[in-house]
């Protein structure tokens, strides 16, 4: 990518692309000024979101069959959706199939080692808002079906 991309308010070249602290990247027009929050923004107010790319799944649509993917949003929500899915803009209404499931689960690294391995912990928030730790190397072996690394898990009470 040589040639610069155009800003499509003012017609000048796009800045750097600036990765926030939360790993989301944007683009700003190379007329804005500094982010300062002490003093309004001046220049262009352009700014180009980029939306992560969805990644196919290898699990199938259970209503349509079709392949599903990951996607994350721009508040860094994730998600299952079907591939099929769509939104047609001009219309502002969802195309094809509907299928969203979101991924409430998040982990949160600790301070702590794990008895086991001595490797280190995560908090693991379920979908269900039931809390554990577990070991930072637990994984999930999609194709085989087994779960992978050390398997130490302490349930939290809620
Ligand atoms: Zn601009
Ligand atoms: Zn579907
Ligand atoms: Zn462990």
């Known amino acids: 990518m040589d040639e610069k991309e155009i800003c499509p308010k003012c017609g000048a070249p796009l800045g750097e692309i600036i990765e926030t ?17 002490k003093v309004k923004p001046t220049g262009c107010d352009y700014i180009k979101w980029f939306t992560p790319e969805p990644v196919t799944l290898d699990e199938k649509c259970p209503k349509c069959g079709s392949p599903l993917v990951l996607q994350v949003t721009r508040f860094g929500k994730k998600m299952k959706k079907c591939s099929t899915g769509g939104w047609d803009k001009e219309a502002k209404k969802a195309t094809g199939c ?15 080692k794990c008895p086991k391995c001595g490797e280190s912990l995560v908090l693991f928030t379920t979908s269900a808002g039931k809390k554990m730790k577990k070991c930072s190397t637990s994984g999930w072996d999609k194709e085989n079906r087994v779960a992978t690394g050390c398997d130490y898990i302490q349930w939290l009470p809620s």
């Not at 602290?21 to 929050?37: F, V």
């Not at 689960?105 to 301070?111: A, Q, W, Y």
């Open 98 to 112: 509907d299928y969203v499931e979101w991924i409430g689960g998040s982990s949160v690294p600790l301070d702590e």
């Open 21 to 37: 602290q939360s790993g989301k990247k944007l683009q700003k027009c190379s007329t804005a000024s500094p982010w300062d929050p």
